[in-house]
């Protein structure tokens, strides 16, 4: 596996691998691996000829009062798992290399980046925009790979795709689970005990509200309230939303009748944490 941190270098290999007729695929992270973002390399594996991960914290997506600075950095572990995977390149630019003195462009993210985290966390969706599209510029892949666990996000980057007409396609893959159903997320590892405990809250409530659309349910609302329910009852600290929303606009649903998204974002003490699934009527 081919480590390296110059993006000139990183984008003439990858050229030439697609000069070579070589599928190419892309799985970005900020490292802290876990079994989440080595499922994505496994997907890029099966799918592509290549299969390339980069690493970076990258400040922009962090507001003044997140935890940049304490964001987990394990990179020597995340490269033993990934070359354990099969990766073939992984591109660990520095600080000064993705954000050159004087760097001022930024992408302004689509409308469906403007409810849920949007408000929430002001400026997120304009640093990820803007280091995911860098990203695809230097690593110019086929496919670029991200977890669902971050519904609004894959959605921000399927429509930025869309809307400047980026040549990769977007694959989401399925939320990987521990074996109680938490969502695997770099952020759990700053969980006490008992907030891990609680944090199952959310698998929970998203739980509570399949079982009452399965039951026929076709009320947002209702099942909002249950969802919220079922997040108090597990204690967790705070809510930010529980929502049932369209699978595209992310727009809230009043009365459902296909498929929907239950999105849930809920604190931990200072941990935030996010987790949605997909629901259809039966
Ligand atoms: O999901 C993440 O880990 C990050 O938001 C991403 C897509 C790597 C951009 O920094």
């Not at 996000?153 to 396609?169: E, K, S, T, W």
Request: charged share 25%; glycine share 6%; aromatic share 6%.
């Amino acid at each position: 596996m081919k480590v390296l941190s110059s993006s000139e270098e990183t984008y003439r290999l990858v050229d030439q691998m697609r000069m070579e007729g070589k599928r190419i695929g892309l799985v970005p992270t900020m490292g802290a691996l876990h079994e989440g973002h080595l499922s994505l390399v496994q997907r890029a594996k099966q799918q592509c000829d290549m299969a390339i991960a980069t690493i970076f914290v990258n400040p922009s997506q962090f507001g003044p009062n997140e935890d940049f600075q304490k964001y987990p950095r394990t990179l020597q572990n995340d490269l033993n798992l990934l070359a354990d995977k099969g990766c073939d390149l992984v591109f660990t630019p520095t600080n000064a290399q993705m954000y050159p003195q004087g760097h001022s462009t930024f992408i302004e993210p689509p409308s469906v980046a403007e409810a849920w985290e949007g408000p929430i966390r002001p400026g997120h969706f304009r640093g990820v925009a803007t280091i995911v599209l860098k990203l695809f510029q230097i690593l110019p892949a086929h496919v670029g790979y991200f977890g669902r666990k971050d519904y609004q996000q894959v959605a921000v980057i399927r429509a930025m795709c869309r809307d400047l007409n980026l040549p990769i396609a977007i694959e989401a893959c399925q939320t990987v689970r521990e074996s109680d159903g938490l969502a695997m997320s770099s952020r759990n590892r700053y969980l006490s005990p008992s907030e891990r405990q609680r944090a199952l809250g959310l698998f929970r409530a998203l739980e509570a509200a399949e079982k009452l659309i399965q039951e026929g349910c076709i009320s947002g609302r209702q099942v909002e309230q249950a969802m919220r329910k079922e997040l108090e009852t597990s204690l967790v600290d705070s809510i930010d939303y529980a929502a049932i929303v369209h699978p595209d606009t992310l727009e809230s649903i009043e009365t459902i009748d296909s498929e929907v998204v239950g999105i849930i974002a809920a604190r931990l003490g200072a941990t935030r944490l996010i987790d949605n699934a997909t629901f259809r009527l039966t």
